[in-house]
């Protein structure tokens, strides 16, 4: 595999379930992000991970919960969502910090019910 | 408050033509600044980049002009061609923005190339 993979690669979920999104990055990078599209609204930043620890939070709500246990694997905890959480999250990595140029994963499209 | 903007949601440009896309930002602390390329059912990808030391970059059919005075970017893609048909994403860079590390990006602009 190349790049960077995110799975699944559609979620639908009830408000009161817990659930996880995976990102595997083959590029050997040491920087992980994630970040959430929303309908008609620019990618926002989430977190950033630099040699698995967190770097940045962006004043995300706790019920999402993020975890890297390695510099190649970014993991998203989901609990007691909202349906306004619904969106396409996006997974990237880059070499280093500060992540200039960014690689992307397919992104999760997830719909909370 | 957006940071980095994109007016065009659409743009429509005959085959062989120039496309223009364009982004206007309002944080003078950026100081990189990228363009990514999305299909659908795909992650963004990278296109190209200019510091702001710069005012222009070229890459093959790509280039991105930067006024710094006027906080605005562009995009030229020449000629167009119908696999250059994708939302084009502005994004930027620097302290003060989307954090630290991470990006501030547009909305993006759906680009139509008509054959």
């Known amino acids: 595999e190349t790049g960077v993979t995110q799975t699944p690669r559609h979620l639908v979920m009830g408000m009161t379930n817990k659930k996880s999104l995976k990102c595997e990055q083959h590029?050997?990078?040491?920087?992980m992000y994630w970040y959430k599209q929303s309908a008609k609204k620019p990618l926002e930043l989430m977190f950033v991970?630099?040699?698995?620890?967190?770097?940045e939070n962006n004043s995300v709500p706790s019920r999402f919960s993020p975890e890297c246990p390695n510099s190649s694997h970014l993991f998203l905890h989901l609990h007691t969502l909202q349906p306004e959480d619904s969106a396409l999250y996006l997974c990237?990595?880059?070499?280093?910090?500060?992540?200039?140029?960014?690689?992307f994963g397919p992104g999760t499209r997830l719909t909370v019910t | 408050d957006q940071q980095v903007k994109q007016n065009s949601p659409s743009l429509s440009v005959q085959e062989g033509r120039i496309s223009i896309l364009n982004c206007d930002y309002t944080n003078s602390m950026f100081d990189y600044f990228l363009w990514y390329k999305k299909y659908p059912a795909e992650g963004p990808t990278f296109l190209i980049s200019?510091?702001?030391?710069?005012d222009k970059n070229e890459d093959g059919r790509f280039t991105v002009f930067l006024n710094k005075s006027a906080k605005h970017l562009s995009l030229h893609i020449v000629p167009s061609q119908p696999g250059d048909s994708a939302v084009y994403f502005c994004?930027?860079?620097?302290?003060?923005?989307?954090?630290?590390?991470?990006?501030?990006f547009g909305k993006g602009t759906h680009l139509i190339i008509q054959p």
């Open positions: 200019i510091s702001s030391i710069k």
């Open positions: 590029l050997g990078h040491n920087a």
């Open positions: 990237a990595s880059s070499p280093v910090l500060p992540g200039r140029e960014q690689y």
């Open positions: 991970y630099s040699l698995e620890e967190r770097v």
């Open positions: 994004a930027a860079s620097g302290k003060g923005g989307g954090g630290a590390d991470g990006l501030t």
